[in-house]
């Protein structure tokens, strides 16, 4: 056997340690396939390599490769996205990733969270929408919404009505729409008059009103599902509340108060989460500037003309320069004109669609109003049939002390000749029967007479 080189060893002992400390990473399985590599060489197998590809007895340090173990994104959450045409998709991201696709800051996307579960907010950004109603987590923007938790069994009605929707409109929109498609154009073309001003087009060229934006669209059918859930919701409650307040009114018992107990619960629940929605929408009608930013077509539109009118610019020739800049400014002015101009009538068609579903989370709320009011009547009922009977207890407790009082008086009597007392009655033949019914008629008596000072009093009822 030769000598061993000293060097050698050291070098190997170097890179047992670094091994060790890249196995702790990798596991206790590569630490030891790692250690056997390099301290048991085969003396009679020369093709032994080291590390990089060398010899084994180069000395040279041995990497064991190992696969790392692939990350698991953190905060991913399912999601389903909607086109315009009612096509959808699911699929899993994190928060960073929504945030860079819907364009949205971060503090909004807490607001979907759970923290806010029982929140009600619709907010509007530069390009997106963030709405939150009841279960309804959904970020709005003007090509596609993504719905937070759509699996769930609460937001299975809305995925399916937005799914109908959405594709019917866009059926109708395809089979209807292509053959006056050039009569718009040439129509808002020549709205635009000479002077700069934009003239408001509130009908189609085949005299229908004009439809809705996309996310508007969105918004009504989130509002038409949260509203029908709350109208059922309060149809059951109003169905479960009547006749247990019914037979409260008939019956005091402590089953029928735990039932009126549990319902009060659920009324005061249900009209907290009715109040939020339509506080919210009242919020909205009451601040033009945020409906305003709601359009997120509009400001989309505008971002795609500033665009292409940018792109035609740059690529014409020099000479047609000044002509065409001066062409731009005019449009600009134009449409900033427009913005003014328009600035009373473009959140007319929002205003309305938020006062209709308004009316109706008012009238829900009245509804809930209505059975608190009765569920209060009923409290009052039953409070007065139990003063009634404690004020009855009152009457019969002060008649049975009064006519204690007026024994107590025959028994003072019977206790006075019961002393052995002297008494010339002793001698009377026959007095005895004579005695007692004079003494209780004088108690009877006294209890008459206190009896009808109690009643002259109204001590005690007619």
Same mark, same amino acid.
């Given at each position: 056997?030769?000598?061993v080189?000293? !060097?050698?060893f $050291?070098?190997?002992?170097? @890179?047992t340690?670094?091994r ?14 790692s250690n056997q590599?390099a301290?048991t ?11 990089g ?11 064991v ?5 692939k990350?698991k994104?953190?905060g991913?959450?399912l999601?389903m996205?909607?086109?315009? @045409? +009612? /096509?959808s998709?699911l !699929?899993? %991201?994190d928060?960073?990733?929504?945030i ?6 971060a503090?909004?996307? $807490?607001?979907?969270g759970?923290? !806010?579960?029982n ?9 997106a ?6 279960y ?5 923007t003007a090509?596609?919404v ?18 109908h929707?959405l594709s019917?409109? @866009?059926?109708?929109?395809?089979? /209807? ?7 718009a ?8 008059t000479?002077? /700069?001003?934009?003239l408001p ?8 009103q004009a ?6 669209q969105v ?7 949260? %509203?029908t ?9 109003e169905?479960d509340a ?15 108060l735990e039932?009126?107990r549990?319902l009060?619960?659920n009324l ?11 506080d919210?929408l009242?919020h909205?009608l ?7 930013q709601?359009?997120?077509?509009r ?6 003309q ?14 047609n320069?000044?002509h065409?800049l001066?062409r731009?400014?005019?449009?600009r002015?134009?449409s900033?004109?427009?913005s003014i101009?328009?600035s ?6 929002l ?5 209709a579903?308004?009316m109706q ?12 009011e009765?569920?209060?009547d ?9 003063d ?19 024994v107590?008086f025959?028994t ?5 000749f ?5 008494c010339r009655?002793?001698d009377?033949? +026959? ?6 019914? /004079?003494?209780?008629?004088? @108690?009877?008596l006294l !209890?008459?007479?206190?009896l ?11």
């Open positions: 056997m030769g000598k080189n000293p !060097f050698s $050291r070098r190997s002992s170097s @890179s340690t670094r060790r400390r890249t196995t702790k990473k990798v596991g206790e399985s590569s630490l030891l396939l590599s301290n060489p085969s003396p009679s197998s020369p093709a032994n390599v080291g590390d590809g060398e010899p084994a007895g180069t000395g040279k340090p041995m990497v490769a190992v696969a790392k173990p990350k994104a953190g991913a959450r999601w996205r909607f086109d315009r @045409s +009612g /096509g998709e !699929f899993e %991201c928060k960073s990733t929504i860079k696709r819907a364009g949205i800051p503090r909004d996307l $807490r607001i979907l759970p923290v !806010f579960s929140s009600s907010n619709i907010l509007a950004r530069e390009k929408m963030v709405v939150n109603l009841e309804i987590k959904a970020i709005v090509e596609e993504l719905l937070l938790d759509p699996l769930r069994q609460e937001v299975l009605p809305f995925v399916d009505q937005l799914r929707q019917h409109k @866009s059926h109708f929109n395809i089979s /209807g729409t292509q053959g006056s498609r050039q009569l154009l040439r129509d808002t073309e020549s709205n635009l000479a002077s /700069g001003r934009w087009v509130t009908e189609t060229a085949d005299g229908l439809e809705l934006p996309f996310e508007f918004l009504e059918i989130a509002l038409e599902v949260v %509203c859930y709350l109208d059922s919701s309060v149809a059951d409650l169905r009547y006749p247990v307040l019914d037979e409260l009114a008939k019956n005091v018992s402590t089953k029928n039932q009126v549990s009060k619960s005061t629940r249900l009209l907290a989460r009715v109040q939020k929605v339509r919210e009242e909205l009451d601040d033009d500037e945020d409906m305003t709601l359009y997120l077509t400001k989309w539109l505008q971002n795609q500033s665009d292409t009118l940018l792109g035609g610019v740059g690529s014409n020739s020099h000479t320069g000044a065409h001066r731009l400014s005019s449009v002015s134009a900033i004109l427009t101009n328009m009373d009538n473009d959140v007319e068609d205003e309305m669609l938020l006062e579903y308004f989370l008012d009238g829900t709320r009245n509804k809930i109003l209505s059975v608190r009765y569920i209060d009923t409290e009052d009922y039953v409070n007065i049939q139990l009634n009977q404690r004020n009855e207890l009152i009457q019969l407790q002060l008649t049975l002390t009064i006519a204690s009082f007026a107590a025959e003072l009597v019977a206790g006075w019961g002393m052995n007392i002297p009655l002793y009377i033949e +026959g007095i005895f029967q004579q005695f007692v019914a /004079g003494i209780t008629t004088v @108690s009877f !209890f008459i007479v206190v009808g000072y109690a009643r002259w009093k109204k001590l005690l009822g007619s």
